[in-house]
């Protein structure tokens, strides 16, 4: 049966020191009070090494937030998947609503980014969501379909086994606005049935989808009770180990 997982965020926060003490007082409170789930850390990329070496591999997986489009050699200021691996990291984040807008991210260019991360044996935590507008237009399923089918559905069944998706409606990442439970159950259960017509029910049945935006300790066990929300990507409220915290512990 497919995993639940509550993942971090950072995004662009945390010096390196922040981001060793953060790392340790979630790898504490894991230690004290097992998850009950899969608990991963998404970290800039200096960060990696670092909260490799601070976490509990049992308790605590490790996530890059991006990775390069290109294997190696020069490409000035970026971070190949390879690089990734080495640090110990088991993940990366791709596809994140952010990357694609301040950062041009394309369909084809992720699609680049997740076959080299397979290939370097990471997995990915891959991020579809609609804008507001898309919403307001009653676009949502389609742009999902679409995301998917950009970047992800080339893969073979025994390489889709290594993505977890992360539904993340745009208007709710950061703005405090969740999508409601039911509306996020909704598109859950859309996505789960667009992989199982790519892939069969089988491997559907085994994938992980999060939800992602505004996500917290007061609305995850809510959202998390839904059987199509396997678990959460988590921004703001993952940069805190006790608010981190409060959503694991919805799975309890
Ligand atoms: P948020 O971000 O929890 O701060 O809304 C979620 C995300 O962007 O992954």
């Not at 504490?28 to 200096?46: D, S």
């Not at 939800?211 to 396997?230: M, R, T």
Request: with cysteine; hydrophobic share 40%.
């Amino acid at each position: 049966m497919r995993q639940k997982i509550v993942a971090g965020n950072w995004k662009m926060n945390n010096t390196l020191q922040e981001g060793i003490e953060l790392a340790k007082g979630v790898n504490e409170i894991l230690k004290a009070n097992a998850p009950k789930c899969k608990v991963i850390l998404g970290t800039p990329f200096i960060h990696l090494t670092e909260v490799v070496k601070t976490v509990d591999s049992k308790l605590i997986s490790v996530s890059a937030e991006n990775c390069a489009d290109k294997e190696k050699g020069a490409f000035t200021g970026e971070v190949s998947a390879a690089m990734v691996k080495s640090t110990g990291a088991e993940y990366v984040i791709l596809g994140h609503s952010e990357r694609r807008e301040y950062y041009n991210e394309t369909p084809e260019i992720l699609k680049a980014k997740v076959d080299l991360a397979l290939a370097n044996g990471l997995k990915v935590i891959f991020c579809i969501g609609e804008s507001l507008a898309q919403r307001e237009a009653n676009e949502q399923n389609a742009v999902v379909k679409a995301e998917l089918e950009g970047s992800v559905f080339h893969l073979s069944a025994e390489q889709f086994a290594n993505i977890v998706i992360a539904y993340e409606p745009i208007w709710a990442i950061g703005t405090g606005k969740t999508a409601t439970s039911d509306q996020a159950e909704e598109i859950h259960a859309y996505i789960r049935s667009v992989v199982a017509d790519k892939y069969g029910k089988a491997v559907a049945d085994n994938t992980s989808i999060l939800y992602g935006g505004s996500c917290k300790g007061s609305n995850a066990p809510e959202l998390f009770s839904k059987p199509d929300i396997d678990g959460g990507l988590i921004g703001g409220a993952s940069l805190k180990a006790g608010d981190f915290y409060d959503i694991i512990k919805a799975w309890n």
